[in-house]
């Protein structure tokens, strides 16, 4: 990879055009917060068990921001950490392993250094397990966060913890005293765990009872979406009363799949649905929820992927990201045409979807004759080929060291 790659990609990501929307800039100069929400997955939203609500804040919050109901799971071997370099880089995560593992020393254009750059943000990430996890914090300083808050930043006993570590409610709970003393603006992503396979919780924190579908881990699972929305609920108490709700702007997404293949049939048996490929890809959404104090709200049908979030908060920062290097729509505009890539090289888009090598249509998942798919297939390797070879060539550097000389 060389210096003329580098241009190539450059001209296809910076060529863009940024769609106008009545949302630019709606956000701009507020606080950004954004929640990392374990392996939460979109078809909680709205859903009962045995009668009960698995998220009932959550079902509330949407009536008063964005909800954008159709954004996919794009995250491959680097679960979080994929999540994490899609929404700070725009780029797409790698085919095999994570790039926060395997790339930390390479010059990135993330979402810090941007906003640093445009309205002299500050930039922290907070997270209740070991600072290395997901070489985190080597990879944080190549992203130009600031400050990262982990493990031996809170009081972690055996009683506020289970599985991955501090439970969400006295995560956030212990993490708002550091968000006050934080520089204003500032850029904070928070990285829940509760909810994190295999969906252990102690009774006392049950605020629902398991589902009752064949398989243990989904019946598990809801408990444990349900105690985060618990604790994202006392969180945005807290913000009100620390009064930094006013002026920030929140954006919770789910940063991939919780229910695994082999435990697919469980999560099909609560919903009713058939076995079936469009079902199956159905699973693979995950919410996406903005809420700006005081603009409102609506569902976003637009179909996109995670890797579109950044496109979105730079569109409502009212900064524009056509200059700023991703692979990202914003999601006001996105272009159901553009398909939704997967690192497996499928993808979904208007009226197909592509895997396993078949070409279906994607509301009655009748085969198509993958000519049908071909156009879209191109762009998926276009797209995958470039952001390897930016990632595998360290290429940003030299259009970053271009700019500084
Ligand atoms: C731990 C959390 C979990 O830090 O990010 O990682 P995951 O297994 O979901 O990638
Ligand atoms: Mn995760």
């Not at 290395?132 to 990262?148: I, K, P, T």
């Not at 908060?313 to 729509?329: D, R």
Request: proline share 3%.
């Amino acid at each position: 990879a060389t210096a003329s790659d580098a241009e190539a990609s450059a001209e296809y990501i910076f060529g863009k055009e940024e769609a106008p929307s009545d949302y630019f800039g709606a956000a701009k100069g507020m606080n950004i917060v954004l929640i990392s929400m374990e392996s939460t997955q979109n078809f909680v939203i709205n859903q009962k068990v045995n009668g009960k609500k698995i998220t009932p804040f959550l079902n509330d919050l949407i009536k008063d921001s964005f909800y954008f109901n159709e954004i996919y799971d794009q995250t491959a071997q680097g679960k979080t950490s994929d999540s994490e370099f899609m929404i700070d880089t725009g780029l797409y995560p790698l085919s095999s392993g994570s790039a926060f593992v395997r790339k930390p020393e390479n010059t990135y254009k993330s979402l810090p250094h941007i906003l640093s750059e445009e309205d002299h943000y500050y930039s922290a990430v907070f997270h209740g397990n070991d600072a290395s996890f997901w070489n985190r914090e080597m990879m944080y300083l190549s992203l130009g966060y600031d400050r990262y808050f982990s493990k031996a930043d809170y009081e972690v006993t055996d009683e506020n913890s289970v599985n991955y570590g501090i439970k969400d409610i006295p995560f956030f709970q212990q993490s708002i005293p550091y968000m006050e003393n934080l520089p204003k603006p500032f850029y904070a992503r928070f990285i829940t765990l509760t909810n994190h396979f295999p969906f252990l919780l102690e009774n006392q924190d049950k605020f629902i009872s398991e589902a009752e579908t064949s398989e243990m881990v989904v019946n598990r699972y809801v408990t444990t979406v349900r105690y985060q929305d618990e604790a994202i609920k006392t969180f945005f108490q807290e913000m009100k009363e620390s009064g930094l709700y006013e002026n920030t702007m929140f954006v919770l997404y789910g940063d991939h799949y919780g229910i695994s293949k082999e435990y697919e049939q469980g999560a099909l048996e609560l919903l009713k649905l058939e076995d079936s490929a469009v079902s199956r890809m159905k699973l693979k959404r995950v919410p996406l929820i903005i809420h700006v104090p005081g603009l409102g709200g609506a569902t976003v049908l637009n179909m996109g992927g995670e890797i579109d979030i950044r496109a979105t908060i730079l569109h409502l920062l009212g900064i524009h990201h056509a200059e700023n290097n991703s692979f990202g729509h914003n999601l006001f505009k996105r272009d159901s045409n553009h398909p939704v890539i997967f690192r497996d090289g499928s993808f979904i888009a208007k009226e197909y979807l592509y895997r396993g090598g078949s070409c279906l249509n994607r509301d009655t998942g009748t085969e198509a004759d993958v000519s049908f798919c071909e156009p879209y297939l191109e762009t998926v390797r276009k797209e995958l080929g470039l952001s390897d070879d930016i990632v595998h060539g360290d290429l940003l550097r030299f259009i970053e060291e271009g700019k500084r000389n």
